[in-house]
């Protein structure tokens, strides 16, 4: 996993006011936390945060006021639900052989068994225990030939080295269903029948 180097500076202004102008300026409020140090309040550059966000689980080498290297991972972002900027980020301090806990996208290879069958993300992320510099971004699982009342658990999921299930083995990820007219269409006959016999 790269780092991304970001340039942050530390911020003394608080509020929305500050926040609206700090956004103004193309710029990105933000907090950084962990390791029991007191929240360092962050002015992040709006761009490079946005193309470092890109990347699932990125790890920011963060430069704070030109003083000095520090390494954190994202852990909350807000942006705006109608024009989609980043209006706040919160970064959690992080150390190199650390291991931290994140959500990783699952992604899928292969087809359902024919049927028209549907796909269901019960967890579209998987939890998972990673070391700090070495997160994975996603993990694949093939789908291939399952039918409706197939399911995969977390444990059938292939972790790279290294990465471990920050949840219970037994946890459905994903579960195929039939397809909702089949069912409606089944359910029509049986009562009809039924209808037929009464």
Known sequence: ???????????????????????????????????????????????????ALRTPNVLIALDIDGKGKELAIPKAVQRDPLKGFLEHVDLLLVKRGEQVNVDIYVHTEGELAPGGYLLEHVLNALPVEAEATHIPESVTVSIEGLSAGDSILAKDIPLPKGT?????????????????AEEAAEGEETGGEEAAEA
């Open 1 to 51: 996993m790269s780092e991304v180097k970001i340039s942050a500076a530390t911020r003394t202004e608080f509020g929305k006011g500050a926040a609206r102008r700090i956004r103004r300026e193309s710029k990105v409020p933000g907090v950084l936390y962990g390791h029991g140090a007191d929240p360092l309040h962050l002015t992040l550059p709006g761009h490079d945060l946005l193309m």
């Open 164 to 180: 471990t299930l920050a949840v219970e083995e037994d946890t459905v990820v994903l579960q195929v269903l039939a397809a909702q």
